[in-house]
Each structure stands twice: as C-alpha cells, then as structure tokens.
C-alpha cells in the first residue's frame, strides 16, 4: 500500500509540471508524513480548471458523518484498490470514481521483507524528475471545520498491482506486491479530465508504470521520531543488504 511518502520540493513545482497558475497557498515540505497523521497536502483537482488545494490525506465519506465514525473508519482510507473502483458497484471508490485528483509527491516509502522478521525502508521515486504524482480521489467531508465552516476535503491515494521492482520491494504483509497508480504527465491531465468514460478510467488504471523509470534506495527507519530534513532519505550502504 502507500502510507509513507514525501514533499520536500516547493510547491510552485507543481504549476510549473502541468503549466498552470502558481498557487499562494503556504505548505511547509516535509521528507516524510505517514498517512495516518491525516496531514495537509498538495493536491491537484478539476474545479472550472486545473487547482492545487491543501486537502488532508485520509479520506472522509459521506457515511462518517460522526466525528465517531470518522475516528472508527477514516484509518482505512488513506488507499483504495483500483481494483474496487470499476469493477464493485456496491464499493464507496465506485461511488466517487468522478472526484479524481492527482495527488503530488517527491517520493515514497515502502518496507522490504530481507528475513529474519526485519523490514528495511525504500525510498522511491521517479527518475530525473523533481515531483511527479499518483492518481487520487476525494470527498468533501460531511462535517465542516470546527472554526471556519468551511467543508474539508480530503483525499485516497489509489494502488495497483506492482511492477518487478515494487514486488520485489513490496514482498510481505497482508497488501504485498503493490504500488501507488503512479501516472505519466500526459495521464495525469487525463486523468482530471471530467468527461473521462468509466472505460478510460479503468484504461488509466490499468497503467503499470515502468520500473526503469523509477529509482529506489534503503533507508533508516521511518517508523521513530527524527528530524525532517535529507538525514530522511540518505542511501544506507547497501553492501551488506542481500540484493533486490
């Protein structure tokens, strides 16, 4: 799954990957957020044109509409199965497969299983580019902020089968073998197009991204407290880690 993943680029980078208007909005980078932190972050959506917005990751249904239910079952929803969006009509994906957003990123965690109940953390990313993103959705919280009013949007980050690479990396644990729907440019824009037919969202993520275009290094533990700064991502020797 995805639960780890970065921004520590700025967020006019994002204006300057699709061509759009630069945004005023503050966020502050960071190397590493966990999903379940329900975290600020940039995200891209089609409202009467291409917006970046600050939704929280985490995603609240219209059936949380409870602060109760939103403790209970928002946990569950920082991913969705692509799987779930086309193909089960019963599935709350199915039911938002129109609130598409892209959901940007500089790079992102997975934990490799090397034996002896060790999991050691990857960082991956897409070669030679500074930001690049995952296919998203989201929903306006039913319940409004506390202090402005104002509805809260928040967002999933889709995942898809593996590529090699992401297999090999992503080999243990209940959700093994998967990976974010990492899109291409050309996708992406696509991807937020309004009139896209239940067909082409299923082309879209369908898309396996290739593992030659992606680069991936250990790390030390995400799962402490430490500093947000490079120390996050700084390549372990990897001599002595048996080889992907």
Known sequence: MCYDMSFFSNIKLISDYLHIKPSTLEFEPTYHAVAQSFSKWPVVV????LKIKLFEWGMIADYM???????????????ARSE???????????RIRKN?????????????????????????????????????LYNYSPIPDEETGEAIGTFTV???????????????????????LILTKELALKWLDEKLTDKEIE?????????NKLEAWPVNTIRTRKKDDESVIKKLDASKIPSL
């Open 46 to 49: 089609n409202d009467d044109g």
């Open 65 to 79: 509409n409870t602060p109760e239910k939103i403790k209970e079952y928002r946990t569950s929803m920082a991913n």
């Open 84 to 94: 779930k969006i086309i193909d089960d009509k019963r599935s709350v994906w199915h």
């Open 100 to 136: 598409r957003c892209l959901v940007f990123t500089t790079g992102f965690f997975e934990h490799r299983d090397i034996g002896e109940k060790k999991k050691l953390p990857y960082f991956i990313k897409v070669k030679d580019e500074n930001v690049f993103c995952f296919g998203g």
């Open 158 to 180: 889709i995942t898809r089968p593996g590529n090699p690479l992401m297999n090999k990396i992503h080999n243990g644990g209940p959700n093994s073998h998967r990976m974010p």
């Open 203 to 211: 082309d879209i993520i369908h898309f396996e991204f290739p593992e």
